[in-house]
């Protein structure tokens, strides 16, 4: 049984979310905290498995708590955010700081019933997130001096790397992107998160990598140097003109409970990029994006999937393993050399 503390100061939102996690068998609320004094005692004398946790609430806000919390007490938090350009700089900090993932407050663009799949989801992945390897990043804001592009460099290749991450990836994605030079071949990236959060995510990941990171848009071009990030609500699919790959950005029915789903952008990446990609999965719950690294692998990919002990949710890597899509399990820090090695190996440096 995974119990959850509730911790929001709107008393609709506390009955909302209680009623919806109470009516599955494996979940259930231990208790409901309107601001974090009050969650701080109820914390020491239930001890929650997971944490759903507002950000904005009277006497202390939610990041300050979760700062505190993470410090002295880490244990996974799910972060209920309402879905706006403020509250989801607000959320991509709480990541930063340990949040397992975040979702829509309800009222917030979802309809309950969208709210609570995702919530359900969200705290079952939180109860399978590792915590003894946590350590709190620190807040200052880092950006880089991108170099200016060679010549040449601002083009399309016949070459390209895929990746697909869920719960715990944004900090994966980063890690792995910070370490990718100017020329590395375009990147394509599917990360489950809720819209209007991958423009904040893109525009975080563009100030601190020295390739250009953007969310993707209908018909934008995959070029060295740049990853285009899959808008939330919207699946990302590779097409191919003449010698140029570029993406398709449009809506249709969720893949495996995704959109953006992993598998619909692997399997796109499969059917026309084929021996010419380097596939990665990354830490996430579910086995989103198995089935297209599998059909990657058979047209001629190499997959890259990250470990056990690394991944804050081995699921969709394990899944990826266990059908058979992956070439090559490794630790998160070492991804990005990986990636490096492989696409030298192909000749995609220009």
Same mark, same amino acid.
């Given at each position: 049984m995974i119990n959850v503390l509730v911790i929001d100061d709107s008393a609709l939102v506390r009955k909302v979310l209680t009623d919806e996690l109470n009516k599955q068998p494996d979940i259930r609320v231990v208790g409901t905290a309107i601001d #974090?004094?009050? /969650?701080?005692?109820k914390i020491m004398k239930l001890r929650p498995d997971v944490l759903t946790l507002d950000l904005e609430m009277p006497r202390m806000d939610g990041l300050s708590f979760?700062?505190?919390l993470m410090k002295h007490y880490p244990m996974p938090v799910v972060v209920v955010s309402s879905l706006t350009p403020k509250n989801s700089e607000n959320a991509l900090r709480a990541l930063r700081l340990g949040a397992v993932d975040?979702?829509?407050? #309800?009222?917030? /663009?979802y309809s309950t019933q969208n709210v609570s799949r995702d919530i359900i989801k969200a705290v079952r992945a939180a109860s399978h997130a590792r915590f003894d390897q946590f350590v709190p990043e620190p807040e200052e804001k880092e950006t880089v001096t991108k170099p200016k592009a060679k010549s040449g460099l601002a083009q399309t290749t016949n070459k390209l790397i895929a990746i697909g991450a869920s719960t715990g990836g944004t900090k994966a994605i980063e890690m792995v992107l910070k370490d990718l030079p100017l020329n590395i071949p375009g990147i394509v990236i599917v990360q489950h998160m809720p819209p209007v959060f991958t423009k904040s995510f893109s525009d975080r990941l563009n100030e601190i990598c020295t390739i250009d990171v953007v969310e993707a848009r209908d018909g934008d071009l995959v070029q060295s140097g740049k990853a285009l990030l899959a808008p939330g609500n919207y699946h990302m699919q590779l097409e191919k003109s003449g010698a140029k790959y570029y993406v398709r950005v449009k809506q249709g029915p969720p893949v495996n409970h995704h959109r953006p789903s992993v598998d619909v952008l692997f399997n796109s990446v499969a059917k026309v990029a084929g021996v010419n990609a380097t596939g990665v999965i990354l830490t996430g719950m579910g086995a989103d994006g198995a089935?297209?690294?599998?059909?990657?692998?058979?047209?001629?990919?190499y997959n890259i999937a990250q470990d056990?002990?690394?991944?804050?949710?081995?699921g969709m890597p394990k899944e990826a393993y266990r059908m058979g899509g992956v070439d090559a399990v490794l630790p998160l820090n070492r991804i990005s050399d990986a990636i490096l090695r492989e696409v030298a190996d192909k000749h995609q440096f220009a």
């Open positions: #974090p004094y009050a /969650a701080r005692e979760l700062a505190m975040v979702i829509c407050k #309800p009222g917030s /663009a089935a297209g690294m599998l059909e990657m692998k058979n047209a001629g990919a056990e002990a690394t991944s804050v949710v081995y």
